[in-house]
């Protein structure tokens, strides 16, 4: 499997690096994770600078597309020369945006026919672009799927393992990098978010 996290300029670093750490640890299963990204190397809003591992087109032939928000998620969804260079294909692709990840998703026209989440300060930009805004933590409709607020990251991630590979895989994921002490609770939690939705 190759899954795709798209890291733009102004990145949020809890959406990127919460859904990095946690797909690659399936990594024994054959998986790999490519930080995509329009320019070599992006900083985030709080000043870490990564290096891509791959350039953003590459999402487009992934088998799981994540689409990170950020500072700079508004500019990039009003971008066509941006945009164009996105072609994902949820027939074909797992593909899930995190926060105001979700206004880029909307204006390539994904959320036409599937409400979204997102966070409370992208909502209102989200409404406005056309979308249906759910308030709550995680949606998907197919292979199409949105989480709002940092730490919903982990449904996301969840919810793509649990898709191109088990349950069970996810719930050993989820126990991994659960806290010591909530490690039951927490998988718990997660898997009741997201089993409606698989």
Not at 62 to 89: E, Q, T
């Amino acid at each position: 499997m190759d899954i795709a996290i798209l890291t733009f300029e102004g990145f949020n670093e809890m959406d990127t690096f919460v859904a990095l750490s946690m797909l690659n640890r399936m990594k024994p299963c054959g998986w790999h994770i490519h930080l995509c990204s329009p320019n070599d190397h992006v900083t985030s809003m709080n000043g870490v600078t990564v290096k891509a591992h791959q350039p953003i087109e590459f999402a487009n032939h992934a088998d799981a597309v994540l689409v990170g928000s950020g500072k700079s998620s508004r500019d990039i969804a009003r971008n066509g020369d941006l945009l164009r260079r996105m072609m994902f294909n949820p027939e074909k692709q797992c593909i899930g945006s995190q926060c105001s990840g979700a206004l880029i998703l909307s204006s390539l026209g994904l959320f036409q026919h599937s409400p979204a989440c997102t966070d409370a300060t992208t909502k209102p930009l989200l409404i406005e672009s056309g979308a249906t805004v759910l308030d709550q933590a995680f949606y998907a409709q197919g292979n199409l799927a949105s989480a709002g607020g940092c730490l919903s990251s982990q449904y996301l991630s969840a919810w793509i393992i649990a898709k191109l590979a088990s349950v069970e895989e996810a719930k050993r994921v989820v126990d991994y990098v659960a806290p010591i002490g909530e490690k039951e609770d927490t998988v718990e939690r997660c898997l009741k978010v997201i089993e409606p939705y698989l």
